[in-house]
């Protein structure tokens, strides 16, 4: 059984940052790519942001571009999610994705609040 287990999120100031770590059970080059979605109370889940396992290759939503930074440590089975200058609209629970070939696991998530 793959697990996803999320970890970093919590209570932070508009402006603040927080790091979000998604750790896997099994090797991530298993996947081709990995990512971080979100979902507010009321709405659906939305991608963040994307990183494919061998090249690199990043792709964000547009709200997060500039602010948001998805890497991976292929050593530590880690994929990380650095989020900085964050707003109200930030605010979700945050989840961890493993795709491909032909799987998709998700992690439980991780409450991002981001308050005044």
């Known amino acids: 059984q793959v697990q996803l287990v999320e970890s970093g999120g919590g209570l932070v100031q508009i402006g603040g940052s927080l790091r979000l770590s998604c750790a896997v059970s099994?090797?991530?080059?298993?996947?081709?790519?990995m990512g971080w979605y979100r979902q507010a109370p009321g709405n659906q889940r939305e991608l963040v942001a994307t990183?494919?396992?061998?090249?690199?290759?990043?792709n964000y939503a547009d709200s997060v571009k500039g602010r948001f930074t998805i890497s991976r440590d292929v050593a530590k089975n880690t994929v990380y999610l650095q989020m900085n200058s964050l707003r109200p609209e930030d605010t979700a629970v945050y989840s961890c994705?493993?795709?491909?070939?032909?799987?998709?696991?998700w992690g439980q998530g991780t409450q991002v609040t981001v308050s005044s």
């Open positions: 994705n493993a795709f491909g070939p032909r799987v998709s696991y």
């Open positions: 099994i090797g991530i080059f298993s996947f081709n790519q």
């Open positions: 990183i494919t396992v061998l090249g690199g290759n990043t």
